[in-house]
């Protein structure tokens, strides 16, 4: 379990997207550019509340990032970030190519649900692939030229997610949280030579998937959900035997 956010945590990439757009106001297009541009990019509701920005510096803070879940999930969002970090070559603005020297995460709240063979961060990186195939089909389209050539690109040179947590989405344990810590994720040079924001927000979102689906991830939610189910044992026969269903019904989440 983008950009990417991550994405994306990658989703994130997305806000980097909208500071080729001008230099003035950036604080308030960012954020006009975020609600309105990424929600198309996931398919699911997706806000920012605040930007704090240093046009001199190319430092921005973006705080309280949400980003919601797609149709037929009942938990009320996949992941909220307070704050993310991002330094930008202010230089690269006008060029063809940004370059991003670090997107920052910090302690990015993420919850997983899994529901007929499905799951949440899947179906968004789903939604982020095929936005990004039909943004390029598009441009292939209505242009001469090969997609690859047209339009900004950008280059991130460090991503970092630190201090995340994973909280299972389950109906089975009667609103007790399940949680695990995400290992934290750093990726270098993210969009090669040039890559579009769409592809860069592909790229992280697939890191912090794999990320959420590791067996240092899924063991200690699983250990969790084994506990929640012995726990039901000693209150009695009938509780056993709903315990013992539980614990059938948890295999089937993470195939252990």
Same mark, same amino acid.
């Given at each position: 379990?983008?950009?990417?956010?991550?994405?994306?945590?990658?989703?994130?990439?997305?806000?980097?997207?909208?500071?080729?757009?001008?230099?003035?106001?950036?604080?308030?297009?960012?954020?006009?550019?975020?609600?309105?541009?990424?929600?198309?990019?996931?398919?699911?509701?997706?806000?920012?509340?605040?930007?704090?920005?240093?046009?001199? &510096?190319?430092? /921005?803070? =973006?705080? #309280?990032?949400?980003?919601? @879940?797609?149709? !037929?999930?009942?938990? $009320?969002?996949?992941?909220?970030?307070?704050?993310?970090?991002?330094?930008?070559?202010?230089?690269?603005?006008?060029?063809?190519?940004?370059?991003?020297?670090?997107?920052?995460?910090?302690?990015?709240?993420?919850?997983?649900?899994?529901?007929?063979?499905?799951?949440?961060?899947?179906?968004?990186?789903?939604?982020?692939?095929?936005?990004?195939?039909?943004?390029?089909?598009?441009?292939?389209?209505?242009?001469?030229?090969?997609?690859?050539?047209?339009?900004?690109?950008?280059?991130?040179?460090?991503?970092?997610?630190?201090?995340?947590?994973?909280?299972?989405?389950?109906?089975?344990?009667?609103?007790? &949280?399940?949680? /695990?810590? =995400?290992? #934290?994720?750093?990726?270098? @040079?993210?969009? !090669?030579?040039?890559? $579009?924001?769409?592809?860069?927000?592909?790229?992280?979102?697939?890191?912090?998937?794999?990320?959420?689906?590791?067996?240092?991830?899924?063991?200690?939610?699983?250990?969790?959900?084994?506990?929640?189910?012995?726990?039901?044992?000693?209150?009695?026969?009938?509780?056993?035997?709903?315990?013992?269903?539980?614990?059938?019904?948890?295999?089937?989440?993470?195939?252990?």
């Amino acid at each position: 379990m983008k950009k990417l956010l991550l994405i994306g945590v990658l989703v994130i990439v997305i806000i980097v997207g909208a500071l080729v757009f001008g230099v003035s106001k950036l604080g308030p297009l960012i954020k006009t550019t975020i609600n309105t541009y990424g929600p198309k990019l996931t398919k699911t509701e997706l806000s920012l509340g605040d930007v704090s920005i240093s046009i001199l &510096s190319g430092k /921005a803070e =973006l705080k #309280d990032f949400f980003l919601g @879940n797609p149709q !037929g999930f009942t938990s $009320s969002e996949a992941m909220k970030v307070g704050s993310i970090f991002i330094d930008i070559d202010e230089k690269s603005l006008t060029k063809d190519t940004i370059v991003i020297h670090t997107i920052e995460v910090i302690a990015p709240a993420i919850t997983y649900e899994k529901t007929r063979g499905a799951d949440n961060f899947k179906t968004i990186m789903n939604n982020i692939s095929s936005a990004s195939k039909q943004a390029a089909s598009k441009k292939d389209a209505s242009s001469k030229e090969p997609s690859s050539g047209s339009g900004k690109k950008m280059i991130i040179e460090d991503f970092v997610l630190k201090q995340g947590t994973v909280t299972l989405a389950t109906t089975l344990t009667g609103g007790k &949280s399940i949680s /695990a810590r =995400l290992p #934290d994720i750093t990726m270098k @040079n993210i969009g !090669g030579t040039g890559a $579009s924001p769409q592809q860069v927000a592909e790229e992280i979102f697939k890191a912090v998937y794999k990320e959420i689906r590791s067996s240092s991830v899924t063991d200690s939610l699983n250990q969790g959900l084994k506990e929640f189910g012995k726990s039901l044992g000693t209150v009695g026969e009938d509780a056993k035997n709903q315990a013992g269903g539980v614990k059938e019904t948890f295999k089937g989440l993470f195939g252990k």
